[in-house]
């Protein structure tokens, strides 16, 4: 069985050697670090993009919600 990295147990998301806490992993501070590099990561994707071009692409994204 492999080991959970030792990252998760420092940070409080290992109950045991098979699961992860659903609280801890959601904590505000770990979803707000996740939203922040991926937004940064997504950026230069978007940037080469025109107005025009970004709205196309997400219009079809919002109406199936």
């Given at each position: ?6 990252t ?24 707000e ?31 199936r919600?």
């Open positions: 069985m492999a080991r959970w990295p030792a998760f147990r420092r940070r409080g998301w290992q109950l045991s050697s098979r699961a992860c806490t659903t609280v801890a992993w959601w904590t505000r501070q770990t979803r670090r996740i939203e922040t590099l991926t937004e940064e990561l997504a950026a230069p994707a978007y940037d080469v993009l025109s107005a025009d071009e970004l709205v196309a692409g997400l219009v079809p994204i919002a109406i919600r």
